[in-house]
Each structure stands twice: as C-alpha cells, then as structure tokens.
C-alpha cells in the first residue's frame, strides 16, 4: 500500500517525472506516435493496427505502471468501441483495455474508471455473442473487486448487467446474477438498489430484468 502511494505520488508529479526520467519520457513520446495514428483512420482494420501498436507501446514499458495521457488513451478506446464497428474491433478494443487495467493495479482504476468506462457499459446491448462474455469477464475481473470503490459507476456497470440478463436461462443470464449478487455484499445496499431503479426509470429497454 505504501509503494502504491508512492507511485500515485509520482503520478501525480508525472510532468516533472516525464521530464527527467528518459524511460518515462521515451514511454510518453512513443504513445503519443501511436495516439495521433488514431485521428488518421480510414477504416476499421486501420484500428486494429492502431490497438495493436499500443499495445506492443505498453508492453515495451511494462515497468512503467501508469498511463501518459490517460485521458486520450480513453478516448481511443471509447473511439474503437463504436457500436457500429465490427466485433473485430470490439475484441482487441477490450484487449488492449484489459491490459491497461492489469497494468495500473485497482488503486490507479479506481480512481481512472469513469475515462475507461465511458464507452464500455454501453456496449453491452449492442455487442455480439462472441464480446459479451468477454465484457462479462471484464467487469468480473477488474470492476466488481473494486468494492464500493465501483459506487461512482454503478448505474453504467448495473445497465450493462441488467442487459445481459435479458436471455433468462442462458450463460450469460446467470453471470450477471452472480456479479449482482456480488455487489449487494461489496457496496452499500443504497447505492445499488438506487442504480436499479435508476436503471429501471430512464432506460425502457432493461425494465424487465430490473
């Protein structure tokens, strides 16, 4: 815990920290090539290309466990989660998101997860059959052992749950439960019934399983 305040620190000092720490400012350098690659997409194999450059970025600094530009980075991936891109994209998008949540640690994504998030919890209801496991284990993963660490964004995370929770029966039906069922012990009673009925008021689409 102490190391993992020291590196927020750092962090949050990172403008010092780039400047004199070549590693750092290499790493910054390199994602910002890759960022700009973003804006000149023509098509959605151009993404992946992109997707998969940054990744190889973030792997080359593993050592580094933060995010330059965090909120670019962000807005990327929110890019390459379009509904209306294939599912192709969809699946190196939460690739490359998986590896940057494994990489900055549930301090860092707590504090983060409203950049990441914003183009994730919409996904759900218009992803195909082969991404929506793959966000399942997403929020498994990363979202639901935040605890009450996850209450800023639980009406999206509880829209997308509620989503899968259509299909009554199947796979994805019962994950959604268990993750439901997880949060009721991990995070305040109030604040997850108020996202249920949130959900439950503005969005007609999941009134059934809310």
């Known amino acids: 815990a102490v190391r993992e305040s020291a590196l927020l620190d750092i962090e949050a000092l ?12 290499a790493f910054k ?9 973003f804006e000149k997409a023509q098509e959605w194999a151009d993404l992946i290309r992109h997707l998969q450059r940054l990744q190889r970025t973030l792997n080359k600094y593993a050592q580094l ?22 599912s192709g994209v969809h699946l190196k998008t939460l690739e490359t998101v998986e590896l940057i949540f494994s ?10 997860l409203a950049f990441y998030s914003e183009g994730i919890f919409p996904l759900y209801r218009h992803a195909s059959y082969s991404v929506r496991p793959v966000l ?10 935040l605890g009450h660490r996850v209450v800023p964004c639980l009406p999206g995370l509880v829209l997308a749950l509620l989503s899968a929770m259509e299909e009554v029966g199947s796979d994805l039906f019962h994950r959604a439960v268990r993750l439901l069922d997880t949060l009721a012990v991990r995070t305040p009673t109030h ?9 439950l008021l503005h969005n007609a689409t999941v009134r059934h399983p809310a």
């Open 65 to 86: 466990p933060w995010i330059p530009d965090k909120v670019l980075v962000a807005k990327r991936l929110y890019q390459c989660l379009n509904p209306a891109l294939p």
């Open 191 to 199: 604040a997850l019934m108020g996202a249920v009925w949130g959900r």
């Open 14 to 25: 990172s403008g010092a920290y780039v400047s004199t720490d070549p590693t750092a400012r």
């Open 136 to 145: 399942l284990d997403l929020f498994e993963r990363h979202y639901v052992p």
């Open 29 to 37: 350098l390199d994602c910002d090539a890759v960022l700009l690659q």
């Open 103 to 112: 990489r900055i640690g549930p301090q860092r994504l707590a504090r983060d």
